[in-house]
Nanobody, 120 residues
Framework: QVQLVESGGGLVQPGGSLRLSCAAS????????MSWYRQAPGKQRDLVAT???????NYADSVKGRFTISRDNARNTVYLQMSSLKPDDTALYYC??????????????WGQGTQVTVSS
């Protein structure tokens, strides 16, 4: 069984910074892409950033230049460093990972979400 556990959310003032973490645990052979999504109340879940196993990254236009995704493959962990936060960044942030098991099956897993609130 695989679990993704996020941490690092909270309340921050506009212009502030937060760092989210997501650690994968369980029966893992390898982890392919790892991503962060977010969902604001009443809106769909949107992709924020993705990082491949090789370190290639991709960002939503709305966060380019402000957010940085990174990963520690030895710790099966992905991070999202968020800077210059705006009220529009307020959302529940979810971690997603494409994980391969020992017999080659690839499956996407989700974390439980961590709340980020940007408000003065």
């Amino acid at each position: 069984q695989v679990q993704l556990v996020e941490s690092g959310g909270g309340l921050v003032q506009p212009g502030g910074s937060l760092r989210l973490s997501c650690a994968a645990s369980g029966t893992i052979f390898s982890i392919k892409a790892m991503s962060w999504y977010r969902q604001a109340p009443g809106k769909q879940r949107d992709l924020v950033a993705t990082i491949t196993s090789g370190g290639n990254t991709n960002y939503a236009d709305s966060v380019k230049g402000r957010f940085t995704i990174s990963r520690d493959n030895a710790r099966n962990t992905v991070y999202l460093q968020m800077s210059s936060l705006k009220p529009d960044d307020t959302a529940l942030y979810y971690c997603n990972a494409d994980i391969e098991d020992s017999i080659g099956r690839l499956r996407g897993y989700w974390g439980q979400g961590t709340q980020v609130t940007v408000s003065s």
